[in-house]
């Protein structure tokens, strides 16, 4: 069965840095777009990046672009998150997800209704 793992989480200082990992298995990685979203206390889940199977047409939430960036490595079948120049308001649990099927080549889903296949989530704390 389709498994998301997500690590690289924690503590980290307003203006710090610090890289999401998100291995894939029980599916064919390279035909599938991979996005990242989050959820912060008391607040609905948001999207925040999505790549596509070859990781072309990486597209951001407003609220990280120029800060986070999507890449992803398809002979390790993992998606990466870095995220720079971190600050609160990026506190939040980030899960990666998958399409419920393979995507065209260029595309990147943003709603999560587009996404089937969730992992467990990893916490974000970024303390001012």
């Known amino acids: 069965q389709v498994q998301l793992v997500e690590s690289g989480g924690g503590l980290v200082q307003a203006g710090g840095s610090l890289r999401l990992s998100c291995a894939a298995s029980?599916?064919?990685?390279?035909?599938?777009?991979m996005g990242w979203f989050r959820q912060a206390p008391g607040k609905e889940r948001e999207f925040v990046a999505a790549v596509a199977r070859r990781g072309e047409s990486p597209i951001y939430a407003d609220s990280v672009k120029g800060r986070f960036t999507i890449s992803r490595d398809n002979a390790k079948s993992t998606v990466y998150l870095q995220m720079n120049s971190l600050n609160p308001e990026d506190t939040a649990v980030y899960s990666c997800a998958a399409p419920q099927s393979a995507t065209s080549l260029y595309y990147t889903p943003i709603r999560a209704d587009r996404y089937g296949y969730w992992g467990q989530g990893t916490q974000v704390t970024v303390s001012s």
């Open positions: 029980g599916l064919t990685f390279s035909t599938y777009a």
